[in-house]
Structures are given as C-alpha cells and as structure tokens.
C-alpha cells in the first residue's frame, strides 16, 4: 500500500502541474478548452491527499 500511496502521490502532483500550465497558457491564447485543463487541478489535490493519506498509514516497515 505504500507503493500505491507514492504512485497516487506523484501522480496527482502531476496533474495539478499540467493542470495549471496548461490551463493558464489556453486561457491566456484564448483556447477553447481552458477549462477542462483547469478541471483537473481539483483531482490532482484530491490524488495528492489520498496518496499522502496512504503512504501515513500504511509506513514502510
């Protein structure tokens, strides 16, 4: 579970990145779809608060 914890960790930090990048630099070049990048900022936090969440819990022993 730890393993999971750290993938979900890294993963989530990922999208929040690209999330945001990528959804300012359409938003500021007027893309259309600004806002589905921009969606999934909410979904990294929420990856990142899970993996932490897992690797707390389930400590490598």
């Given at each position: 579970m730890h393993t999971l914890g750290v993938i979900t960790t890294l993963m989530g930090l990922i999208l929040s990145i690209v999330g945001l990048i990528v959804g300012f630099w359409k938003m500021t070049n007027?893309?259309?779809?600004?806002?589905?990048?921009?969606?999934?900022?909410?979904?990294?936090?929420?990856?990142?608060?899970?993996?932490?969440?897992?690797?707390?819990?389930?400590?490598?022993?």
């Open positions: 007027g893309g259309e779809h600004a806002q589905f990048w921009l969606a999934l900022v909410p979904l990294g936090f929420v990856g990142l608060l899970l993996g932490v969440a897992l690797t707390q819990l389930f400590r490598k022993q």
